[in-house]
């Protein structure tokens, strides 16, 4: 059983377009990142929320922790094709052990 | 400052031969974790290890071991391969939460292992 579930699992989108990325649990975490990789590489971390409510943009992304630290979004307006890649989401909760989202493969269509 | 320099960036072995890699993590990050990756089951974790001891284990079978230097590098080894094992293996380093707040773990490139 994954303990963090992503949604949507694939998502296709033209560019310009607007999307949520959401990732979801019922486990608490102190805190909670999102990573963006590319085919054959590794993760690249985007951003690290901490406080539950918390909303960090980072230029067109937006990344927003629950009230409760059990779930988190990532927003992108105006997708480019720069965009494409598979986004993950991880949470810790204690040490540093991550446990990692099922992770949903963005491609954006020019 | 360095990232994780994970080596090499490709493998390819035969079924039943036996593979390490190699993971250099960042300057002063004494926490180092191993990930598996495979298109179906997704970034599956291996284990963590912090200051040459095995902290937590994930649940893979006894042929995936690893182990820590006193400088942090790590090495993971796997032992009589098998083509399930094909997949892209991940290196993450990351601070204490004592030494600098917040978790994060920094990823290298991965090791590309296929068995054939």
């Known amino acids: 059983t994954q303990l963090l579930e992503q949604s949507p699992q694939f998502l296709s989108i033209q560019e310009g377009e607007n999307l949520t990325v959401y990732c979801n649990s019922s486990s608490v975490f102190s805190s909670l990142q999102w990573y963006r990789q590319e085919p054959g590489e590794g993760p690249v971390l985007l951003v690290t929320?901490?406080?539950?409510?918390e909303v960090k943009k980072l230029k067109r992304l937006t990344f927003q922790f629950g009230d409760a630290r059990k779930d988190s979004s990532l927003h992108i307006t105006a997708a480019q094709t720069g965009d494409t890649g598979l986004y993950l989401c991880?949470?810790?909760?204690?040490?540093?052990?991550?446990?990692f989202g099922t992770g949903t493969s963005l491609t954006v269509i020019p | 400052k360095a990232g994780v320099t994970q080596t090499p960036r490709y493998l390819i072995k035969t079924r039943g031969q036996q593979v390490t890699l190699s993971c250099s993590p960042i300057s002063g990050h004494r926490s180092v974790s191993w990930y598996q990756q495979t298109p179906g089951q997704g970034l599956q974790f291996l284990f963590e290890y912090f200051s040459e001891t095995q902290r937590n284990k994930g649940n893979f079978p006894g042929r995936f071991s690893g182990r820590q230097f006193s400088n942090s590098r790590s090495e993971m080894n796997v032992s009589t391969l098998e083509l399930g094992d094909s997949a892209l293996y991940l290196c993450a380093s990351s601070l204490e939460p004592g030494q600098g707040g917040i978790t994060e773990a920094f990823f290298g490139q991965g090791t590309r292992l296929t068995v054939v």
């Open positions: 929320v901490v406080t539950g409510g």
């Open positions: 991880a949470g810790s909760r204690t040490g540093n052990q991550f446990y």
